[in-house]
């Protein structure tokens, strides 16, 4: 079967996605922040060449409600705004604000994210009490140990909660005091039913990541910036991506970092399409799983 042309542009996606037979697309990995927070976030990247030895111009540096409107005219159906923390103190406020932006944006889920600390288990378990679908944890910008004592109660009640957690975990772009796929598969190891997205695919440890994804039933990956063009400067996939997704059918989702990408978000779609054509079992079977029903699934929608 002919696959529909790839998007060549943001304005062209909504035709991508009708030709695929969707309503939309279900994006679990996209982020908004208090205003503040969000500056100090972009004036990092601002910086990346000190940081990553390479530029990051942010895309989509636009005022708030222009950012929603524009994943509304690319054809974002619902998506997962995440928030994270990157000292103690920091996650339950964080969390509060996501639930109240998500409230006033009808295509937002609700969210909340956790910092290893002590109280953690009490605002997280209110949140997901609440009507959270998902929780953001960076473990490179947070640089806590998410093996830490005090978040086994955090992750045990994630797992029972069948809520899905979108874990930065991997080295890339740059490793963290407490990153790989090693580390966080001791989580796994300790809770194994948690329900995992490994976001970046678990950049640029992939083969690691998808032995996660083979070990642990409810571990999936995100394709958050995996297989662009930037990212492969850096972060090239292994030559046998395509066959290797097919091997793990329903446990890859869309996940694109908007806004704060250096590229437009049309160009992550290209990549998933180019992965979908490249393998005879992928086609757009692994498309509409990949773009919908999987984020669909995973955020109870």
């Given at each position: 079967m002919t696959l529909p042309a790839p998007p060549t542009s943001d304005d062209d996606v909504p035709r991508w996605i009708a030709d695929l037979g969707l309503p939309g697309l279900v994006d679990v990995h996209v982020h908004f922040l208090p205003e503040r927070v969000l500056d100090k976030v972009w004036a990092y990247f601002d910086q990346a060449r000190t940081h990553y030895g390479m530029d990051w111009p942010i895309q989509y540096r636009t005022p708030e409600p222009e950012r929603v409107a524009t994943l509304e005219k690319i054809g974002v159906l619902r998506f997962a705004p995440l928030v994270y923390p990157h000292k103690p103190g920091m996650a339950a406020w964080l969390t509060e604000w996501a639930a109240e932006f998500a409230a006033a944006t009808p295509a937002a889920v609700r969210t909340a994210t956790l910092y290893a600390e002590p109280g953690v288990e009490g605002y997280l378990g209110a949140a997901v009490e609440g009507g959270a679908r998902a929780v953001k944890v960076h473990v490179q910008v947070g640089s806590f140990d998410p093996r830490d004592p005090l978040l086994d109660g955090a992750w045990g009640l994630l797992a029972e909660a069948g809520v899905p957690v979108i874990v930065h975990c991997g080295h890339g772009p740059i490793p963290g005091e407490h990153t790989g796929l090693d580390v966080f598969g001791e989580v796994l190891a300790r809770h194994p039913r948690l329900t995992a997205v490994l976001a970046h695919a678990g950049m640029p440890d992939f083969h690691a990541a998808l032995e996660l994804v083979h070990r642990y039933e409810n571990v999936h990956l995100d394709t958050t910036m995996v297989g662009t063009p930037y990212a492969e400067a850096f972060a090239p996939l292994p030559s046998d991506w395509p066959a290797r997704l097919a091997e793990i059918p329903g446990r890859v989702v869309?996940?694109?970092?908007?806004?704060?990408?250096?590229?437009?978000?049309?160009?992550?779609?290209?990549?998933?399409?180019?992965?979908?054509?490249?393998?005879?079992?992928?086609?757009?079977?692994?498309?509409?799983?990949?773009?919908?029903?999987?984020?669909?699934?995973?955020?109870?929608?």
């Amino acid at each position: 079967m002919t696959l529909p042309a790839p998007p060549t542009s943001d304005d062209d996606v909504p035709r991508w996605i009708a030709d695929l037979g969707l309503p939309g697309l279900v994006d679990v990995h996209v982020h908004f922040l208090p205003e503040r927070v969000l500056d100090k976030v972009w004036a990092y990247f601002d910086q990346a060449r000190t940081h990553y030895g390479m530029d990051w111009p942010i895309q989509y540096r636009t005022p708030e409600p222009e950012r929603v409107a524009t994943l509304e005219k690319i054809g974002v159906l619902r998506f997962a705004p995440l928030v994270y923390p990157h000292k103690p103190g920091m996650a339950a406020w964080l969390t509060e604000w996501a639930a109240e932006f998500a409230a006033a944006t009808p295509a937002a889920v609700r969210t909340a994210t956790l910092y290893a600390e002590p109280g953690v288990e009490g605002y997280l378990g209110a949140a997901v009490e609440g009507g959270a679908r998902a929780v953001k944890v960076h473990v490179q910008v947070g640089s806590f140990d998410p093996r830490d004592p005090l978040l086994d109660g955090a992750w045990g009640l994630l797992a029972e909660a069948g809520v899905p957690v979108i874990v930065h975990c991997g080295h890339g772009p740059i490793p963290g005091e407490h990153t790989g796929l090693d580390v966080f598969g001791e989580v796994l190891a300790r809770h194994p039913r948690l329900t995992a997205v490994l976001a970046h695919a678990g950049m640029p440890d992939f083969h690691a990541a998808l032995e996660l994804v083979h070990r642990y039933e409810n571990v999936h990956l995100d394709t958050t910036m995996v297989g662009t063009p930037y990212a492969e400067a850096f972060a090239p996939l292994p030559s046998d991506w395509p066959a290797r997704l097919a091997e793990i059918p329903g446990r890859v989702v869309l996940g694109s970092d908007f806004p704060n990408i250096p590229y437009p978000y049309a160009e992550q779609l290209r990549a998933i399409a180019d992965w979908a054509a490249a393998d005879d079992r992928l086609g757009e079977t692994f498309l509409r799983s990949v773009l919908h029903d999987t984020g669909t699934r995973l955020l109870s929608l």
